[in-house]
T-cell receptor
Framework: AQKITQTQPGMFVQEKEAVTLDCTYDTSDPSYGLFWYKQPSSGEMIFLIYQGSYDQQNATEGRYSLNFQKARKSANLVISASQLGDSAMYFCAMRGEFGTGGFKTIFGAGTRLFVKA | KAGVTQTPRYLIKTRGQQVTLSCSPISGHRSVSWYQQTPGQGLQFLFEYFSETQRNKGNFPGRFSGRQFSNSRSEMNVSTLELGDSALYLC?????????????FGPGTRLLVL
C-alpha cells in the first residue's frame, strides 16, 4: 500500500531563515509524482512544487526547493528566506495509478509551519 | 481562466439527511477528484471522475457517491449523514492525462452535521 509520512506536526522558523519540512513515502510503483501543497487558514490548497519519480534533478520553484532522495524515499521541502505569509499547513502528497487504472493522490498528515517575526 | 468553484461553501445538516455538493472544474479539465479533510483523519481521497466515468475510488462507504456531467462538472452526494461526515470537502481538477500535471483545488465546502 502507498503511504506518505510527515513526522513534524509543527515547526517554528524565524523570519528570513530557511526551513526544511520532512516527507517520506512508500510505494512499490516505479512511476509516481510527489507534490507539496500549502493550505492557509482559509482552507484552499495551493500547489507549491512537483517532483517526478524519474526526474534526475531536484525541483525548484522560487523560494521552494524539493530535496528528492529516491533511495531513501524522501522528498523534503525546503523554504528559503521564510516570510510571515508562509505560516500555514503544508502537505506532502504522492500521485500515481497504483494499479487502479486512474490517478489517485495520497496526502500526508501535514506540518503546521509558524514563522516568527 | 476561472478557477475551480465549489458550491455551497458552507452547509449545516442534521443526521440522517442527505447532501449534494457541486464542483465546477477549470475549463478544459476532464478530471475531477474529491477529498474529505477532517482533523482526525486528515485528507482522504474519495473518488476521481474522468470524462463522466468514475476512474478511481477511495475507501469510503457506499453512502458516498458521485457523478460527472458531460461539461465535466461533478457532484458528490452523501446519504444518511452521520456526525463523522462533518468535514471540509475539497475537489480538484486537472486534465487527467498525466502524473506530472498539477491538480487545482477549489475553496472547499465546509459541512457540519448536527
Amino acid at each position: 500500500a502507498q503511504k506518505i509520512t510527515q513526522t513534524q506536526p509543527g515547526m517554528f522558523v524565524q523570519e528570513k531563515e530557511a526551513v526544511t519540512l520532512d516527507c517520506t513515502y512508500d510505494t512499490s510503483d516505479p512511476s509516481y509524482g510527489l507534490f507539496w501543497y500549502k493550505q492557509p487558514s482559509s482552507g484552499e490548497m495551493i500547489f507549491l512544487i512537483y517532483q517526478g519519480s524519474y526526474d534526475q534533478q531536484n525541483a525548484t520553484e522560487g523560494r521552494y526547493s524539493l530535496n528528492f532522495q529516491k533511495a531513501r524515499k524522501s522528498a523534503n521541502l525546503v523554504i528559503s528566506a521564510s516570510q510571515l505569509g508562509d505560516s500555514a499547513m503544508y502537505f506532502c502528497a504522492m500521485r500515481g495509478e497504483f494499479g487502479t487504472g486512474g490517478f489517485k493522490t495520497i496526502f500526508g498528515a501535514g506540518t503546521r509551519l509558524f514563522v516568527k517575526a | 481562466k476561472a478557477g475551480v468553484t465549489q458550491t455551497p461553501r458552507y452547509l449545516i445538516k442534521t443526521r440522517g439527511q442527505q447532501v449534494t455538493l457541486s464542483c465546477s472544474p477549470i475549463s478544459g479539465h476532464r478530471s475531477v477528484s474529491w477529498y474529505q479533510q477532517t482533523p482526525g483523519q486528515g485528507l482522504q481521497f474519495l473518488f476521481e471522475y474522468f470524462s463522466e466515468t468514475q476512474r478511481n475510488k477511495g475507501n469510503f462507504p457506499g453512502r458516498f457517491s458521485g457523478r460527472q456531467f458531460s461539461n465535466s462538472r461533478s457532484e458528490m452526494n452523501v446519504s444518511t449523514l452521520e456526525l463523522g461526515d462533518s468535514a471540509l470537502y475539497l475537489c480538484a481538477s486537472s486534465s487527467g492525462t498525466s502524473l506530472r500535471e498539477t491538480q487545482y483545488f477549489g475553496p472547499g465546502t465546509r459541512l457540519l452535521v448536527l
